[in-house]
Each structure stands twice: as structure tokens, then as C-alpha cells.
């Protein structure tokens, strides 16, 4: 019997701990980071691929789960515009999970779902991210990241 409870009271625990950490309040700083990263996305789903770099640093260095060494911005801009020059995005969500703030660096992690349309036919794809920004003359600016697609090809 006494065992019967302890379980519940573990659930219950397990339970009001996610609820806890899902329901977190942000600082205003981490807001303004969050919403850096709400923004790169927009402008990414409306394909504007130039604006969607303009929140990339000059020395940005990036590394997807896919690549297998890690890429810079100008070889980013290539992939980007290879794989997403002629697709749509139809739908995409992002999941704050962490958000850190260090003065003018921040890093973001958080998950993602998009769905995509090219030469006719739909993808869709699930992931995560980490991402390391770093504010310049006011502007947060995406100096590296790390992450992709979860899913196995």
C-alpha cells in the first residue's frame, strides 16, 4: 500500500516539474533574445534569404548534424539558397527550452518543427538548436549555432 502512494507522489512530482520548467518566466533581456530568434525565423519563412543573413555575425561558424565539418556564413548562404531557393515554407513552430543571457552574449536552445513544399512535393521535419548570439551596436547577431534534424534519413 505504502508503495501505491510513493508511486503517485512521484508522478505527481514528475509532473508539477515539467509543468514548472515548460511555464518559466523570461527576463526582459532573454524576451529580447527570444524574440531575435522568432524574427531570423520569420523572415527565413517568408524567403527572404538575404534578410534571414543579416542576423548572421561576419564570423559566424555553424555546424548541422548533417554537415560534417561546420560551415561559415558565406558557405551557409550557398547551402541556404541551394536547398531553400526554390522552396516554400508552409509551417514552421519553434520551442524555447533555454535561453541565457551574459551581458552581450546569449545562447538560445530550443526545438523546431518546419514544413516545407519544393518542386511539388511536401517535407516535413523536426530538430533542435543551439544557438550562440552576440548583441553589436544594438543588434542581436547569430555568431554560431549547432543542430538540425533529429529524425533518421
Known amino acids: 500500500m505504502k508503495f501505491k502512494y510513493a ?5 505527481i512530482c ?17 524576451k529580447e533574445v527570444w524574440k531575435t530568434e522568432q524574427d531570423c525565423w520569420a523572415v527565413m519563412a517568408k524567403g527572404d534569404l538575404n534578410g ?6 561576419p564570423d559566424y561558424v555553424g555546424w548541422d548534424y548533417s554537415s560534417d ?3 561559415t556564413k558565406e558557405e551557409m548562404t550557398k547551402i541556404f539558397t541551394f536547398f531553400y531557393g526554390n522552396a516554400k515554407i508552409l ?5 524555447p527550452l533555454v535561453i ?9 536552445d530550443y526545438k523546431y518543427m518546419l ?18 548570439l552576440m548583441k553589436q551596436n544594438g543588434k542581436w547577431l547569430l555568431i554560431g549555432d549547432h543542430g538540425g534534424s533529429t529524425e533518421e534519413k
Open 7 to 11: 508511486g503517485l507522489v512521484i508522478l
Open 100 to 108: 541565457k543571457v551574459y551581458g552581450d552574449i546569449a545562447f538560445t
Open 52 to 57: 534571414f543573413f543579416d542576423y548572421f555575425h
Open 115 to 132: 514544413y516545407t513544399e519544393a518542386d511539388g512535393k511536401k517535407k516535413s521535419e523536426k530538430g533542435r538548436w543551439t544557438d550562440i
Open 69 to 71: 565539418l561546420p560551415s
Open 91 to 95: 509551417f514552421y513552430e519553434i520551442k
Open 14 to 30: 514528475f509532473v508539477f516539474g515539467i509543468t514548472r520548467v515548460s511555464a518559466q518566466e523570461w527576463s526582459s533581456a532573454q
